[in-house]
């Protein structure tokens, strides 16, 4: 049996030794926004009916992952000199909501794979650049190993030592998502050079002798995200795979604003996908209160007041999002001190909107269908779990923190990957 077939082990017992992912299927090759939109509108309403029980039973995506890789959309980022369909920040964005609303999961697994190509953009050169490329228009998958717990001290981070021509990577890593079902996993790595420590992305390849994967989350959201643990022990790894990491935020860049709209995009998703879950359930199913005076749920005033307030937090998020898809795009065509700051500030504000209108639309799923929503079976409170489980990715305070510091202090935000 396969792990397609079967789920994994428990938490308790991890599979550390998980079957790699099959070669991807021939790829379509998406060709402008309109497409890539349309295509994660097919693919969503295949990926819906099951997201339940998946989450349940913690059945990991095999099959919809390679649904993924065949529709193309894992190449829509690669700009058009390259032959992708280089569509804009918005346009992923919503890409990704549309996913993350039919299932929060498979939202969120493809988020690295993005922003992998980012750093490539950024830091690599032609040759590494259409390489890879190359490959997410094939229909690759690139998952990651970026952060890990605790290590401050150096020597116990996860790094690169020079090995004739190339180099050997040792470390753990932790919240690895999408890792499992990798076909290339780009890995947050050290290196020593001239006595200060440079950091770099090197996309190992998920087959290469040394690499132990756990499917280790244990979450209660996000359940079959595969954001599992990786152990590198004396990997070979090619100087062709290594790409410069330290000077992306040294200098202007757009990594963390188009990693943070991508984290915004999945929780506008999941909010989406709770208000859709909420509309049937309490026309359907639920219950007047006795003191409205009324026959059904659906025509409660207090009911209806409150689905009027999501739809709208949910609308002006979306808004936001959106708003900040386009600046994010102005940053990336000419990436300055300011423009890199507007596209930070932009996506912070709406990250903070995504935030709460997801969580909203979670709990109000049952404080309007009541009790019955509760039920185990159904599976409703996958859209809460899944929402306060990503927005916990970085903390939204710091989000206000910085929105406020730019407009009244003119303080430009810190660049790095978490604003």
């Known amino acids: 049996m396969t792990l397609l077939q079967t789920p994994p082990p428990a938490p308790d017992h991890p599979d550390s030794h998980p079957a790699p992912a099959a070669p991807p299927p021939r790829a379509h090759r998406i060709r402008d926004d309109a497409e890539a939109i349309a295509a994660a509108q097919l693919l969503a309403e295949r990926f819906a009916p099951e997201a339940a029980l998946r989450d349940r039973e913690r ?9 993924l890789s065949a529709s193309g959309l894992l190449g829509i980022t690669v700009p058009r000199e390259f032959g992708g369909a280089g569509v804009s920040s918005g346009t992923l964005a919503e890409v990704i909501a549309i996913l993350a609303a039919a299932d929060g ?44 717990i605790g290590h401050k001290d150096f020597k116990r981070r996860t790094r690169l030592t020079p090995d004739g ?5 040792d470390g753990n890593k932790f919240y690895c998502t999408g890792a499992i079902f990798a076909h290339r996993i780009p890995t947050l790595v050290v290196a020593e050079e001239d006595g200060r420590e440079v950091t770099y992305i090197a996309i190992v ?13 244990d979450g209660f959201g996000q359940r079959v995200t595969g954001s599992g643990s990786v152990t590198f022990t004396d990997v070979r790894v090619k100087a062709e795979w290594v790409i410069p990491f330290s000077a992306s935020f040294e200098t ?21 996908g709770a208000l859709a879950a909420t509309l049937p359930f309490i026309r359907d199913h639920a219950r007047p209160w006795a003191d409205a005076k009324v026959e059904r ?5 207090l009911t209806l007041h409150h689905i009027g307030d999501v739809k709208v937090r949910l609308r002006a998020a979306e808004a936001l ?52 929503s509760t039920l185990d079976g159904l599976g409703l409170d996958r ?8 927005t916990l990715h970085d903390p939204v305070r710091w989000k206000y923190h910085a929105i406020g510091n730019y407009y009244l202090n003119d303080r430009l935000p810190a660049r790095h990957g978490a604003l």
């Open 59 to 67: 059945r990991l995506p095999w099959a919809e992952l390679d649904a």
């Open 105 to 148: 999961s498979l939202g969120q697994i493809p988020q690295n794979h993005y922003y992998a190509l980012e750093v490539l953009r950024v830091g690599g050169v032609v040759a590494q650049q259409r390489a890879f490329y190359d490959l997410a228009l094939a229909g690759e998958r690139f998952g990651n190993a970026l952060a890990e």
């Open 165 to 169: 021509d190339g180099f050997r990577l």
């Open 205 to 217: 390849p998920r087959d290469a002798e040394g690499i132990t994967i756990t499917d280790d989350w």
């Open 252 to 272: 202007p860049t757009t990594i963390g604003p188009v990693a943070q709209l991508m984290h915004a995009a999945i929780d506008l998703g999941i909010g989406r």
């Open 297 to 301: 749920a659906s025509d409660d005033p």
């Open 321 to 372: 999002v959106r708003r900040a898809g386009r600046i994010v795009d102005a940053a990336q065509l000419q990436p300055d001190a300011q423009t890199v700051a507007a596209a930070s500030i932009a996506v912070a504000e709406a990250r903070a909107a995504t935030t709460t209108a997801s969580l909203l639309a979670g709990t109000r799923l049952f404080e309007l269908g009541g009790t019955a």
């Open 383 to 390: 859209f809460w779990r899944n929402a306060r489980t990503h």
